[in-house]
């Protein structure tokens, strides 16, 4: 089999298959780019950014977690048991995460901040073209 054949079958193979996962990997809705309002958003420097990455990854401005579970708790809540690393030390969290009627990303008893509650705003980030 020509080298052109063989690579056409491994595409569309491929493709295929792209196709037959899409909903099986789909963001979830409080994945992106978030801060506490929109002027943070604007600033790269803030630390009142952060962004949840691949469903389970949280990151702050000196502070990053892993969700190692990740569990429904409503309509659009999440109840979510991290691993966390900042400034040195290594700790667990055990946040609820959800998403308001407003759109709004509220962290009850989240890994950072001094309220027990965070509210975010989601963050347009503007694609490179």
């Not at 020509?2 to 196709?19: E, K, P, Y």
């Not at 702050?60 to 691993?83: F, V």
């Not at 308001?100 to 008893?109: F, S």
């Amino acid at each position: 089999m020509r080298a052109v054949t063989r690579f056409a079958m491994v595409l569309s193979l491929t493709a295929a298959l792209a196709s037959s996962c899409t909903a099986a990997f789909a963001a979830q809705p409080y994945e992106g780019f978030w801060a506490s309002t929109k002027k943070d958003c604007r600033d790269q420097d803030s630390a009142s950014r952060m962004s949840i990455e691949g469903g389970n990854r949280l990151y702050w401005y000196e502070t990053r977690c892993r969700a190692g579970e990740i569990t429904a708790d409503g309509k659009q809540s999440w109840k979510m048991r991290l691993a966390c690393e900042g400034e040195g030390e290594k700790f667990r969290s055990n946040p609820r995460v959800s998403v308001a009627a407003d759109g709004r990303l509220v962290i009850e008893n989240g890994p950072v901040g001094q309220a027990k509650r965070q509210t975010y705003v989601r963050c347009e980030i503007a694609k490179k073209r």
